[in-house]
């Protein structure tokens, strides 16, 4: 079995989430040993919500599960890079394809995402 | 000024860093408030080292500094991707292109990153 190191911070691992076909960077979520054990079993990410203190299946609500394709472990076995199918094509809660829809643009942020679905069609009101 | 929420890691967000050409992942570090502004100022990237407790210069050591192309903020403004130009094409310390050249295959860990350097010939022995 794979031996991950979550002494490093408190009980959990950063996971890097990356479409597995465009390559474009989605998100980044944290799991604990819990939540890594059942995104293996369950072959879709779970992570684990720091705000919320509880597991959390990505998509639960919205559909827009994570399909797991591919699983890398960097050098130190502290980060881990999760290649994946992003059912309904949007990863983030705004509706933007990935969470990192803003850039740097000297002193400001600006967006230039994509939103794929509106909020109040996925959450309700 | 963009304003990045450092508190709910305790001082830190981490950073993604990406190839700006390939949009492989190469790494992931962290950076406290001194290094996200010296990141800016520099144009290259500077870490804060959680086992060395002090800022950290990628690639100050071996030359392999990473030049800052996109800086990305996500929907919390609690993690950064960093789009760069590898200076040296490696970014691991072990001289693979990426820190995360090891994939999940079953059960265990199987190396498929390509080799660029020698670690002995860039860090001495």
Redesign the interface.
């Known amino acids: 079995?794979?031996k991950l190191d979550f002494n490093?911070?408190g009980g959990l691992v950063?996971a890097?989430i990356?479409d597995h076909r465009?390559?474009?960077?989605l998100?980044?979520g944290f799991m604990n040993e819990e939540s890594w054990n059942r995104t293996l079993s369950e072959g879709a990410v779970v992570f684990y919500s720091?705000?919320r203190k509880k597991l959390w299946k990505k998509g639960e609500t919205s559909g827009h599960v994570q399909i797991v394709k591919?699983?890398?472990?960097?050098?130190?076995d502290d980060?881990l890079?999760i290649r994946v199918e992003q059912v309904g094509g949007a990863a983030?809660?705004?509706g933007?394809r990935t969470?990192?829809?803003?850039?740097?643009d000297g002193?400001?942020?600006v967006q230039d995402g994509r939103l794929v679905f509106d909020p109040k069609d996925v959450y309700g009101k």
Do not use: A
């Not at 465009?22 to 960077?25: D, P």
């Not at 969470?99 to 740097?104: A, G, I, M, Q, Y």
């Open positions: 079995m794979v490093k911070l950063p890097i990356q465009t390559g474009e960077v998100m980044l720091r705000t591919e699983i890398r472990v960097d050098c130190d980060t890079l983030c809660h705004t933007h969470c990192f829809f803003r850039k740097l002193n400001t942020l």
